[in-house]
């Protein structure tokens, strides 16, 4: 049976240095699959931890079910194996001399449960990760990506209220890790059972993800559905963290509702998004994706603001995809182009779109300290 988690507030403080969870508040309704997506040591893992009981919360409290589990203000620690959440690691942690069965039956005998019941639960959950031909084989004979379906198969065969991931696909070579991921949110969906999956990987917390939170330096700076949070960052970091690798330094003319005029040193002028934070003589900071880059004169409609002649420095050519580096507006931009022909050479010029919506300009920090 799914529940849902509140995380209120959590913090965690270690011995020494910075808080490795500060301030962090979200939910996950029953049967969601929230992603904290982040940097290492951004608290992600921290946080999972606590949720999970395997670390002690300073600060906060954390209810699954409309139970409270961890509330260190009110003595509240419930350990970890009384909160009925299943953990899968980024280590496989199947117990190497078992087969697959009973590796996956092992939490329900630790539970008393009848030998009936162990068979048929372990049986439809082997099916369910697609692993029943391989139930009476060691587990050490299997493949790393078998091994995690071992690993997820006996995190849900006792039916948890809540699913934790730490990172479970990072010890898998890319291939298998694709295949497999696609796989995890479909098993995931199928049991109902509510997930918090912890990853640095981006296209893996899109892909998962109902909801994504990105975190750095332990707070989490937001959360939102996948298409929010790629194509409506609310921070600098978290639009370069998800591969807005593109900046353009420039100081906001005027505001015009969410988008606003901005200068570049060129002399160029743009309209880019505004969060709402950034007012009219502000210097910001606009971050670009290279695949929001378009190409040609009819591109983004034919008409409109942001279309500017730009110069092939670079081609660098991959097969499907070609990514330029150009000089425009002053500076430089990467753009990639799709296809399996790389139509601009070096030294050549191409007409560009940078759409309004796709551009966004966030507060110049490095100005801003320097103005203190």
Request: with cysteine; glycine share 10%.
């Amino acid at each position: 049976m799914s529940a849902e988690l509140r995380v209120e507030r959590l913090r965690k403080v270690f011995a020494t240095g910075a808080p490795a969870v500060d301030d962090v508040s979200f939910a996950v309704g029953a049967g969601e699959i929230v992603a904290l997506l982040g940097p290492s040591g951004c608290g992600k893992t921290t946080t999972l931890r606590c949720v999970a009981g395997l670390e002690h919360p300073s600060a906060g409290v954390v209810r699954i079910g409309g139970a409270t589990v961890s509330a260190p203000s009110e003595g509240v620690l419930v350990p970890p194996r009384a909160r009925n959440v299943g953990m899968v690691f980024q280590s496989y942690a199947v117990w190497p001399h078992m087969t697959v069965e009973q590796n996956v039956a092992y939490p329900l005998r630790q539970r008393r449960t009848s030998r009936a019941e162990i068979e048929r639960r372990t049986a439809e959950t082997l099916k369910l990760v697609g692993l029943s031909e391989f139930a009476r084989r060691p587990v050490v004979s299997l493949s790393g990506g078998q091994m995690q379906r071992v690993a997820l198969a006996r995190s849900l065969v006792y039916e948890p209220a809540l699913l934790l991931l730490d990172e479970p696909l990072s010890n898998l070579d890319a291939n298998l890790r694709l295949r497999l991921r696609d796989d995890l949110r479909r098993i995931i969906k199928r049991t109902g059972v509510t997930a918090l999956y912890v990853t640095h990987d981006q296209a893996e917390a899109a892909v998962l993800g109902d909801r994504v939170g990105v975190m750095r330096d332990g707070r989490l700076l937001q959360i939102g559905p996948p298409a929010e949070i790629y194509n409506r960052p609310a921070e600098l970091f978290v639009a370069q963290f998800t591969g807005a690798s593109n900046l353009l330094a420039g100081r906001v003319l005027d505001r015009d509702g969410e988008f606003g005029t901005v200068e570049a040193p060129s002399g160029h002028r743009l309209v880019a998004w505004l969060p709402p934070r950034v007012s009219a003589g502000a210097a910001v900071r606009i971050a670009v994706r290279p695949e929001n880059v378009r190409f040609g004169a009819d591109g983004a409609g034919g008409s409109g603001p942001n279309r500017f002649t730009a110069r092939v420095l670079v081609q660098r050519y991959e097969g499907a995809q070609t990514v330029y580096s150009l000089a425009v507006l002053g500076g430089k931009l990467a753009a990639l182009e799709l296809g399996s022909s790389a139509r601009y050479a070096v030294d050549s010029e191409v007409d560009i779109v940078l759409p309004p919506a796709l551009c966004w300009a966030y507060p110049d920090e490095e100005d801003a300290v320097a103005n203190r």
